[in-house]
């Protein structure tokens, strides 16, 4: 059984850092891509960074230059380095894994953690 155990969320204030990390279990093939989705209120769920197994990256306009993403693919285990935070950072995070199991695509998502920017 899959499990992506999401922790790292929290209150921060604007200008502070969080790092997000989600750890994978019972994977059975091999995680092509970590990614970290958020959702806001009201808003639909958005992609925040991606990265592959060889270590490529992604990342939304919006996050460029103050988020990181990594992974440790021994622990398959990703990681989201937040800096810089803003209010409009705001949101539900959630983890991402997919890959090829054969010649089937699976994907699973974590239970998602709370970020909040706010003084």
């Known amino acids: 059984q899959v499990q992506l155990v999401e922790s790292g969320g929290g209150l921060v204030q604007p200008g502070g850092s969080l790092r997000l990390s989600c750890a994978a279990s019972?994977?059975?093939?091999?995680?092509?891509?970590m990614g970290w989705y958020r959702q806001a209120p009201g808003k639909e769920r958005e992609s925040v960074a991606r990265?592959?197994?060889?270590?490529?990256?992604k990342y939304a306009d919006s996050v460029k230059g103050r988020f990181t993403i990594s992974r440790d693919n021994a622990k398959n285990t990703a990681y989201l380095q937040m800096n810089s935070l803003k209010a409009e950072d705001t949101a539900v995070y959630y983890c991402?894994?997919?890959?090829?199991?054969?010649?089937?695509?699976?994907?699973?998502w974590g239970q998602g953690t709370q970020v909040t920017v706010s003084s």
């Open positions: 019972g994977i059975i093939f091999s995680i092509n891509v």
């Open positions: 990265i592959t197994s060889g270590g490529s990256t």
């Open positions: 991402n894994v997919g890959g090829w199991l054969g010649s089937s695509w699976r994907d699973y």
